[in-house]
C-alpha cells in the first residue's frame, strides 16, 4: 500500500472516533482535496479489501482495514511524541515530520522508538 492509501485509512480512523460516522464527504473535507479524488481511493481501499462502503455511503472498516490504520495511526501518534519532547520541535512540525515518518520508518526502528519512549 503507498502512502496516500494509509493517509486515507489512517483519516477515517479518525473521523470515525470523533463523529462515528464516515463518509467519502467526510474524508473530502478533512483532507481538502476534491470529491471524485477521495472517490477514486474509496474505491482502491474498497477493491483491495480494506474498506466496505454501505449502500446510504457509510465506510466501514474491515479487519484487515482496522488493522492496518490503527497501526499507522499509532506510527502517527508516538512519532510526534517522540519528536516533541526528545527533538524540542514545535507540536506542528512534529505532527507534520511524523505524518511523513511513519510511512517511510522501518519495524524495528520504530519498535526500539517504542522502547525508548516507554522508558521514559
Known amino acids: 500500500m503507498y502512502e496516500s492509501g494509509e493517509n486515507y485509512l489512517e ?26 479524488s477521495v472517490s477514486r481511493a474509496v474505491g482502491i481501499l474498497k477493491e483491495d479489501g480494506y474498506i466496505i462502503v ?10 484487515k482495514g482496522r488493522e492496518r490504520a490503527e497501526r499507522i495511526y499509532e506510527r502517527h501518534k508516538l512519532l510526534t511524541e517522540f519528536l516533541k519532547k526528545v527533538s524540542g520541535v514545535e507540536a506542528r512540525l512534529a505532527e507534520e515530520d511524523a505524518c511523513k515518518m511513519e510511512h517511510i520508518i522501518s519495524e524495528e526502528t520504530f519498535q ?6 516507554n522508558q521514559r
Open 54 to 63: 454501505e449502500p446510504n455511503g457509510e465506510i466501514e472498516f474491515t479487519e
Open 11 to 36: 483519516t477515517v480512523l479518525i473521523l470515525k472516533e470523533k463523529q462515528g460516522i464516515v463518509r467519502s464527504i467526510d474524508i473530502a473535507r478533512a483532507l481538502n482535496f476534491s470529491k471524485p
Open 112 to 117: 526500539g522508538i517504542k522502547r525508548f519512549m
